[in-house]
């Protein structure tokens, strides 16, 4: 009888959490679409601002759309160069020992340091290397918040291989390396796609870390030197004016990158689908 009456106890209590969960996410996507689509137009994708842009002027936020694009492409590509090399690292050689503890520890604490650390020490390093705020030293800040992040999704995906087919590939005298790139990153596949682009939405809707170092503009970037503008920066402008015209766009602006980071979650469970048939149960 006990059993049964915790068990109804864990029941309620994991459903109530569910419910909670669904409805925080149905309230978000719906107050920003109800106050974002009135003001969503075409125009306002596919035009840069013009004068008074924040003011109520016309134009679009084009640059900022382009710019975030530009922003979690070049930083999650940059992120996963370092990321995958670190991961088969940490999996094929050092395993479980104390140095990859000690590792997995450093990355846990990185993950959880605010973003605004991250860019005040990417401001740091474009005043070492005497660059200005510009995409280069945007995708170099993301990229530094995206690793910790991408590492250690990629690290707890690599662990889930099972033993059985690295010792099945020593077996037949593949080297660490050989069986690491061939079987290990094989089978784990659709949750390392998943979490390069968990960390592509972490980056391209993160505010605080480009804030000193992207800088903002109202042109299209044609140079990794030029300073870029992104979609939370933009959302961030609009709301900072009195207007509520332009209030409006600001949720607008939020609704685009909210469906932005929605197509990656998609693209994430997709390809996580479609290369799972080739894994190994």
Same mark, same amino acid.
């Given at each position: 009888?006990?059993?049964? =009456?915790?068990?109804?106890?864990?029941?309620?209590?994991?459903?109530?959490?569910t419910v909670i969960v669904a409805g925080c %996410?149905?309230?978000?996507?719906?107050?920003?679409?109800?106050?974002?689509?009135?003001?969503?137009?075409?125009?306002?994708?596919?035009?840069?601002?013009?004068?008074?842009?924040?003011?109520? !002027?016309?134009? *679009?936020?084009? #640059?900022?759309?382009? !710019?975030? $694009?530009?922003? *979690?492409?070049?930083?999650?590509?940059?992120?996963? &160069?370092?990321?995958?090399?670190?991961?088969?690292?940490?999996? &094929?050689?050092?395993?479980?020992?104390?140095?990859?503890?000690?590792?997995?520890?450093?990355?846990?604490?990185?993950?959880?340091?605010?973003?605004?650390?991250?860019?005040?020490?990417? +401001?740091?390093?474009?005043?070492?290397?005497?660059?200005?705020?510009? %995409?280069?030293? !945007?995708?170099?800040? &993301?990229?530094?918040?995206?690793?910790?992040?991408?590492?250690?999704?990629?690290? /707890?995906?690599?662990?889930?291989?099972?033993?059985?087919?690295?010792?099945?590939?020593?077996? %037949?005298?593949?080297?660490?390396? /050989?069986?690491?790139?061939?079987?290990?990153?094989?089978?784990?596949?659709?949750?390392?796609?998943?979490?390069?682009?968990?960390?592509?939405?972490? !980056?391209?809707?993160?505010?605080?870390?480009?804030? +000193?170092?992207?800088? +903002?503009?109202? #042109?299209?970037?044609?140079?990794?030197?030029?300073?870029?503008?992104?979609?939370?920066?933009?959302?961030? +402008?609009? $709301?900072?004016?009195?207007?509520?015209?332009?209030?409006?766009?600001?949720?607008?602006?939020?609704? =685009?990158?909210?469906?932005?980071?929605?197509?990656?979650?998609?693209?994430?469970?997709?390809?996580?689908?479609?290369?799972?048939?080739?894994?190994?149960?």
């Amino acid at each position: 009888m006990k059993r049964r =009456i915790s068990e109804y106890i864990f029941i309620g209590l994991t459903t109530a959490a569910t419910v909670i969960v669904a409805g925080c %996410l149905i309230a978000i996507l719906a107050a920003v679409a109800i106050k974002g689509l009135p003001a969503l137009k075409w125009s306002m994708i596919t035009q840069s601002p013009t004068g008074g842009y924040y003011l109520g !002027g016309g134009g *679009g936020i084009a #640059n900022a759309i382009v !710019g975030s $694009l530009y922003l *979690g492409l070049g930083a999650t590509a940059l992120a996963l &160069v370092i990321s995958l090399p670190t991961c088969l690292y940490l999996r &094929v050689y050092l395993k479980k020992g104390r140095c990859a503890s000690w590792i997995r520890l450093s990355l846990d604490v990185l993950w959880g340091v605010p973003s605004i650390v991250f860019g005040a020490f990417g +401001f740091t390093i474009m005043v070492l290397l005497g660059l200005r705020a510009s %995409l280069l030293a !945007g995708i170099i800040t &993301v990229a530094l918040f995206e690793l910790p992040i991408m590492i250690r999704a990629m690290d /707890e995906v690599l662990t889930m291989v099972p033993s059985e087919l690295e010792e099945a590939a020593y077996a %037949l005298g593949a080297t660490r390396f /050989e069986t690491g790139a061939r079987v290990v990153l094989r089978q784990a596949l659709p949750g390392l796609v998943t979490g390069i682009l968990l960390a592509f939405g972490r !980056g391209i809707g993160d505010a605080a870390s480009v804030l +000193f170092t992207a800088g +903002f503009t109202d #042109n299209i970037p044609c140079s990794l030197l030029e300073p870029a503008a992104t979609l939370p920066l933009a959302i961030f +402008f609009h $709301l900072g004016t009195p207007f509520e015209e332009v209030h409006q766009r600001a949720y607008a602006s939020a609704l =685009i990158l909210t469906i932005l980071v929605l197509l990656a979650s998609t693209l994430a469970r997709v390809f996580a689908t479609r290369f799972s048939k080739h894994t190994w149960r």
